[in-house]
């Protein structure tokens, strides 16, 4: 079971955080589209759109926020595309749009990031973000399990499963529910002041570390001054 938590880890670190680094910061390295450009991968495009519908659910299961899209416009700029921009929130723009609106849609590698009318933008679920932070904390977290896994794997070898003080109840799930508390107290303020990605792994696997050596000295003290039952 230790292996599946590992296996992500090792993805989140070595694909998914390196992938969106690199593409944020070519996102933000991206110049608008020159009037004689040809092809319009690599920098920014702006095209005018109609607003079909909207969906602005905040509550319930089906929550989310969404404009449907259709072409607009005429001449060289007029889009055939057609179809559904996912959104995080529902403002500042999304809630005010009605049918029949006109937009203006920031498109960066086939991909709308961006709608814009008049003076108001809004960014799309798509736009890529600078929120390494918060990958780095399920990189870690995920790590940070399949350590835990593996310490309960080698317990039980060593005849120790099941017994004091490993056991799921006094060692797995405070342990557990630690790690998750630290991975994202260190992540959300790292987010929020802009450090580095590299801090989350850098203070939450040793503190876990250290946290979980302590807690099973004072796990194998309260099983050490018990006392023995007739």
């Not at 299961?61 to 404009?67: D, H, K, V």
């Not at 990605?197 to 876990?208: D, K, R």
Request: proline fraction near 8%; aromatic fraction near 10%; charge should be negative.
């Amino acid at each position: 079971m230790s292996l599946v938590p590992a296996l992500f880890c090792g993805f989140v670190f070595a694909e998914w955080l390196p992938s969106d680094i690199e593409r944020y910061d070519d996102y933000t390295a991206a110049e608008p589209c020159a009037p004689t450009a040809t092809t319009f991968d690599d920098c920014l495009r702006t095209v005018p759109f109609t607003v079909d519908r909207t969906v602005v659910k905040k509550r319930g299961r089906s929550a989310g926020f969404e404009a449907v899209l259709s072409g607009a416009g005429s001449g060289a700029d007029a889009p055939t595309w057609h179809g559904t921009v996912l959104f995080g929130d529902p403002g500042p723009l999304l809630d005010r749009l009605a049918p029949g609106d006109q937009v203006t849609a920031t498109v960066w590698r086939s991909t709308i990031t961006a709608l814009a009318e008049g003076d108001v933008r809004q960014s799309s679920a798509a736009e890529p973000r600078d929120d390494a932070q918060m990958t780095a904390l399920i990189g870690t977290f995920a790590g940070l399990v399949a350590a835990l896994g593996l310490g309960f794997a080698a317990a039980g070898l060593a005849g120790y499963g099941g017994q004091q003080p490993w056991t799921w109840r006094s060692l797995g799930k405070p342990l557990l529910i630690g790690m998750a508390v630290t991975c994202a107290g260190v992540a959300v303020p790292a987010f929020a002041i802009g450090l580095p990605w590299w801090v989350v792994p850098a203070v939450a696997v040793p503190f876990s570390a250290y946290a979980a050596w302590q807690l099973h000295r004072y796990r194998r003290r309260e099983v050490t001054d018990s006392p023995a039952t007739p």
